[in-house]
């Protein structure tokens, strides 16, 4: 068989946080992804020198990189400077608040310290103000280094000595040492953009862009565009297009990548994998020779040519795992197209299964489709284009992700039936063939912009938008401001047009600081305003986001009195609580849809009581499925493990730390649903304890969903 070329294509991004008018930064990510994230993926690379993949840098956030690096600062390092003696109570608050921000699986029960004070803190239990008179001065101290020292990459503890026997010390730091890893964290953060051109510069990456703040490119040239994919899709009140902001967009992106990486880039990543065949001529103008996008859009783009069935599997693979071009003015832009189902397995589903298994499969999966593609192109091999967030994911790993890409990297380049490629390298010695006659105007999420338009919040962003870039051509045509403040204020505006603000609004997403986000967004424009000595209209005072949000679950109202038989009995499980799957959007998104729908819960004087709803019927829709897992937080490492693969027969077992426990009691049953209950004593739970936990399903060892996500 011929070697497949496996396409992976890490897209690195963050929003526009800073404020460039009054020099603040709100938010920390992009400095604490950079020694995470940013700098872990470039080292897993240069780790393995015959390693090839490819990279997408998205110009704004290079820009926030540079700015710490010239003295830029942001509010949680600003607390984290300040010594823990001086600390006033409004920032010691903030400190206790704020500095739990990440994983706590992950991030904070791996290290006694950092778990000893985030159950110091209490969430959920207390506000931060009582639980400060339990923080002493060290305890504050140590918190200031233990938020900042987890998003270190493991790979750093790796290859510095100092930095090692600086977390296994663990606590009572001083401010000197404090000090100290907040100068390496910057050290760190200078590294990024030089380990990325020598990388580029020795051809193991690709480094591509993004139009440079983040647009959705297709709306900002025709919001029209939206009703390709949802036709009854409300406009904004205004929907004046702006071909040039786009063309602006991507010219200034390509710039910046020339100027940081001495070459222009040959790939872009279009934001949100957002495409119309409006945007292909400026992406052309601009020297791009080839963009990524979702296989949905080629499935729409070909009227269904190319698609997934009902059960997953895809029709006329060897027509989806190769390039196409579409064309304008007799050039040809040529376009690959993620497989969303293996992006999805590392982005959600690998996080929770042994590293070494997980890549050993991710490959086998890929060695797969070049053998189904096998003698349908010829001499061509099978492009597999695995594309996803470089940074959001890995905090989900247990060990960042470290164990999961050594294997894929180091077995990717050992295995004779893998090549691993850029995407630049595989179309230059197999460039496409087949044309795409009109392309679909979606994006790389359900192939639709319903996330950056689809809300009324959406549009009331964009009229906002709209009302602010009218007042700025206005003042622009008056010639009475000079061109550094005309220059800017389309800066400002220009980051109000990207994609992140309208990815919190509405009801799907919930970031915990929407109305943070919200604050920016508006604030961006109100700069254009203050810049041209104007007052900002009311509107931009005013919060976009309305919508109440819907908490992730509601809490049990009463005792249940439940008989676990697996039938469907409404009045049962009146009281309980409920989650809603789909409602635990974030950061990333996935494109497949969860098995189990609908999780009710809660207890009566002596047991868990729990119950899942599918789609159907819970007993076919499982049937695949060789085992249901609880898996609990608190108490933390115990699962309750139920064996499907005998249903209607369900026999259950429970494991803490990997070691069986005695079953006594525990109920399972499966029909229409599933309902099991769990005795308190089986658990190890006694009143007060807190309860955290999810419902998982596995299949042939592999874990294939997870409720909540």
């Known amino acids: 068989m011929q070697p497949v070329s496996l396409a992976l294509f890490w897209h690195q991004h963050q929003p526009y946080y800073p404020d460039d008018v009054t020099g603040e930064t709100l938010m920390p990510w992009v400095r604490l992804h950079g020694t995470k994230d940013y700098i872990g993926m470039a080292l897993h690379i240069k780790e393995v020198p015959e390693f090839r993949c490819t990279i997408n840098l998205v110009p704004s956030l290079l820009v926030q990189i540079l700015r710490y690096l010239d003295g830029g600062s942001d509010k949680h390092l600003d607390v984290s400077r300040l010594h823990a003696a001086d600390l006033s109570g409004e920032d010691a608050i903030y400190l206790v608040d704020n500095f739990f921000m990440c994983s706590e699986q992950t991030m904070v029960r791996p290290f006694e310290r950092y778990r000893e004070l985030y159950l110091k803190r209490a969430f959920g239990r207390e506000g931060a103000t009582a639980a400060l008179?339990?923080?002493?001065?060290?305890?504050l101290r140590d918190l200031q280094v233990w938020f900042n020292l987890t998003w270190f990459h493991e790979l750093l503890f790796e290859q510095d000595v100092e930095l090692r026997k600086f977390r296994e010390k663990a606590r009572d730091y001083t401010e000197d040492e404090k000090n100290w890893l907040l100068e390496k964290q910057m050290e760190v953060l200078g590294n990024i953009i030089p380990l990325h051109r020598e990388l580029s510069e020795s051809g193991q990456v690709e480094l591509t862009t993004t139009p440079f703040y983040h647009p959705i490119l297709p709306l900002l040239w025709d919001k029209r565009s939206c009703r390709?994919?949802?036709?009854?899709?409300?406009?904004?009140k205004y929907t004046t297009p702006y071909p040039e902001d786009a063309i602006e967009q991507i010219q200034r992106g390509v710039a910046l990548h020339k100027e940081l990486f001495g070459t222009a880039p040959r790939g872009m990543w279009p934001s949100e994998g957002s495409v119309s065949n409006d945007i292909v001529g400026p992406i052309l103008d601009a020297g791009i020779e080839w963009i990524a996008t979702d296989e949905e859009i080629l499935s729409h783009s070909t009227d269904g040519f190319v698609h997934r069935d009902a059960q997953g599997h895809i029709t006329r693979p060897e027509m989806l795992y190769r390039a196409w071009h579409v064309d304008n003015d007799n050039r040809q832009l040529q376009m690959i197209f993620r497989d969303h189902g293996l992006s999805d397995l590392i982005g959600f589903q690998y996080q929770r299964n042994d590293p070494h298994w997980a890549a050993?499969?991710?490959?086998?999966?890929?060695?797969?489709i070049g053998r189904v593609v096998e003698g349908h192109n010829g001499q061509r091999p099978a492009l597999v284009p695995i594309i996803l967030d470089g940074e959001n994911c890995w905090e989900y790993y247990p060990d960042g992700g470290v164990g999961f890409l050594r294997q894929l990297y180091q077995k990717a380049v050992s295995d004779p039936l893998v090549n691993p490629v850029t995407v630049a390298h595989h179309l230059a010695e197999y460039p496409a063939e087949h044309r795409i006659a009109r392309l679909f105007a979606g994006s790389w999420i359900n192939k639709d912009f319903y996330i950056w338009i689809g809300h009324q919040e959406d549009r009331d962003g964009w009229d906002l938008v709209h009302i602010t870039r009218e007042f700025l051509?206005?003042?622009?045509?008056?010639?009475?401001?000079d061109a550094d403040k005309i220059e800017r204020a389309w800066k400002e505006l220009f980051i109000a047009e990207g994609s992140d603000w309208y990815w919190w609004y509405g009801d799907d997403r919930c970031s915990g600081q929407d109305e943070l986000f919200d604050e920016l967004f508006r604030r961006h424009l109100r700069n254009v305003y203050t810049l041209l000595d104007e007052i900002p209209p009311a509107a931009l005072l005013r919060p976009v986001t309305k919508v109440e949000r819907r908490p992730l679950h509601t809490q049990p109202k009463g005792l249940l009195d439940v008989k676990i038989d697996g039938r469907y009995t409404y009045f049962e499980w009146l009281p309980a609580g409920h989650h809603h799957a789909g409602g635990t959007r974030g950061t990333m998104a996935m494109v497949s849809d969860t098995i189990i729908k609908d999780m009710y819960f809660g207890f009566d004087l002596s047991q868990l009581l729990l119950r899942c709803d599918t789609s159907?019927?819970?007993i076919e829709d499982l049937a695949a499925c060789d085992e249901l897992r609880i898996r609990f937080v608190d108490p933390y490492g115990v699962e309750v493990r139920v064996d499907l693969t005998d249903s209607p027969k369900l026999a259950a077992t429970i494991c803490s730390d990997g070691k069986m426990l005695p079953v006594d009691g525990v109920h399972a049953a499966i029909d229409r649903i599933f309902e099991i209950a769990v005795p308190w004593k089986s658990l190890g739970c006694k009143v007060g304890d807190m309860l955290q936990f999810a419902v998982e399903l596995y299949t042939n060892g592999e874990s294939i969903g997870r409720t909540p996500e």
């Open 133 to 139: 008179k339990r923080f002493t001065e060290s305890d």
């Open 616 to 618: 159907d019927k819970a």
């Open 360 to 368: 050993d499969d991710l490959l086998a999966k890929v060695k797969e």
């Open 473 to 481: 051509l206005k003042a622009e045509k008056t010639g009475r401001f």
């Open 228 to 236: 390709e994919a949802m036709p009854g899709c409300p406009l904004p």
